[in-house]
């Protein structure tokens, strides 16, 4: 069923909203570097100096409303869908840990490979996130499969080893669990690693996004959201929803 008019409207503007927010946390570090830059100009130096600020934001403005409302993003067909049911064969960095929407809060989850070097390169800003948000009640589960062994093999064990080596190297402190990669293709067909999903306590999944970029579009949202107050982080929740399963049909 579509939605009426009047709430895809609705949910397509607040949706906006939380990405202008997004945006503004994004460039607030930079500002005051660049009002220390546009001050030691004066008069028509000075605005000389403005003038091509200000034609770059206004390109930042516009490259973000094509990216989100344009053209298709990497990993974004898993939002608004549940969160499925995986079975870990083993933990990396934990003894045991959950891979299940939490009772509160939120869950990160971050498919990724031993191989793959976007995932090696974005796990310090993972375990960032990890250390700033896990108190807040957002926990973060690494996943990955087996690549070079078969489980219960006498080659798993080493390939268990290697896995914990690697999330070592990177220093990373989150568990990461290792599942089946029948079990990962049949029930998350995800498009490409690394993919990084925003999962709620109800076990919808409420961002998701494929390669470096898709990863900080979950964590930025996971923070955004992680910042507020219970009725307005349901209502975000709400029309995050709302906007997927329309864009989705």
Known sequence: MLLPG??????????LVDDLILLLIAIAGAGAGLVFWLARGRGVQR????????????????????TRYSSPRRGSELAGSAFP???PIA?????????????????VVNFWATWCRPCLEEMPLLERYWSRYGPRGVRFVG???LYESKPGSPEMAGELEKIGEVLASRGVTYPSAVVEAKDLDRQLPASGLPTTLLVSSRGRILEAGTGNDGTRRV?????LL??????VRAASESRLLILHSRISR
């Open 219 to 223: 964590l930025w949202r996971t923070a």
């Open 6 to 15: 009047p709430a895809l409207l609705a949910a397509k503007v607040m949706a």
């Open 47 to 66: 605005r000389r100096r403005l003038l091509p600020l200000l034609g770059l934001l206004l390109l930042v403005f516009a490259a973000s409303g094509e």
């Open 91 to 107: 933990w990396v960095g934990a003894s045991e840990a959950r891979l299940a929407p939490p009772e509160e809060g939120y869950l």
């Open 226 to 231: 992680s910042r507020r107050g219970p009725r």
């Open 143 to 145: 996943v990955t499969r």
């Open 85 to 87: 049911t995986l079975q």
